[in-house]
């Protein structure tokens, strides 16, 4: 009874120890909904300040003929006669403020089938002529020249016979062009834009007013015809002059002549 009793009290103290040592159940914290994670997009840097004036458009400045043939390549002779001229300059101008601008641009190979000396026979207006020849005054694309108007005015001015004038005839995308001297044909586009139109072309057109035969010369003015002067017996035997001096002077003048008549006639009857 007394080895019961004691097992019995070393149960309870063990259990006793085992639950004092075991450590209580943390809290249950409450569930807190989670945010969706948002994707880290990089931030750019800001700009500093800057005054309104500058944020404005730099006016876009004119086309530059030269710049687009050297770009091209194979328009030396052409560029170098485009700035001693200043036709170049007036094209880039004229493309602000017309219509737009057709250029045909011989090749270095089209002006070296040139007779020698040929543009150093030319004096600077002939030089500028020949080139302002080359341009038309409007922007045409290559599909148009199937509907021109022939003759056509180029910049070098007058269409009339032994002046400026082209002629062009198309099919399809072939163009030829003739000036009265010589035909060229286009070889191809080098630049287009809606306002400057630029085609290769295989010779250098030559306007009649330079290479041509020159007009005749015009029918000299008839000269004043010449009255032969009136002799003196024609006068005098015309009607007497109204004054009476003069009609005095015409009866002595008649009266003489008559009594000469006489005598003549009567020494031929005489002798």
Known sequence: MERLSLVFSFTIALFTIVTAQSPSPAPVAPVVPVAPVVPVVPV????????????????AGPTNITAILEKAGGFTILIR????????????????????????????SAFSRLKNGTLNSLTDEQKVNLI?????????????????????????????????????????????????????????????????????????????????????PAPPAPSPSKHKKPSLSSTTLAAPPSDNASSKLYVKVYALESFAMGAAVIAAFWF
């Open 81 to 108: 006669l485009l700035q001693s001229t200043s036709v170049g300059d007036r094209i880039n101008i004229q493309l602000n403020n017309s219509n737009g601008i057709t250029l045909f641009a011989p090749t270095d």
């Open 44 to 59: 750019a840097p800001v700009a500093p300040l800057v005054p309104v004036t500058s944020l404005a458009p730099a006016p």
């Open 132 to 216: 302002q020849f080359h341009v038309l005054p409007s922007f045409i694309p290559l599909s148009q020249f199937q509907t021109v108007s022939n003759p056509l005015r180029t910049e070098a001015g007058d269409i009339t016979k032994y002046q400026f004038p082209l002629n062009i005839t198309s099919s399809g995308n072939t163009v030829n062009i003739s000036t009265g001297i010589n035909k060229a044909s286009v070889a191809s586009t080098v630049y287009t834009d809606g306002q400057l139109a630029v085609y290769e072309v295989d010779k250098v057109l030559l306007p009649l007013n330079i290479f041509g035969p020159h007009p005749p």
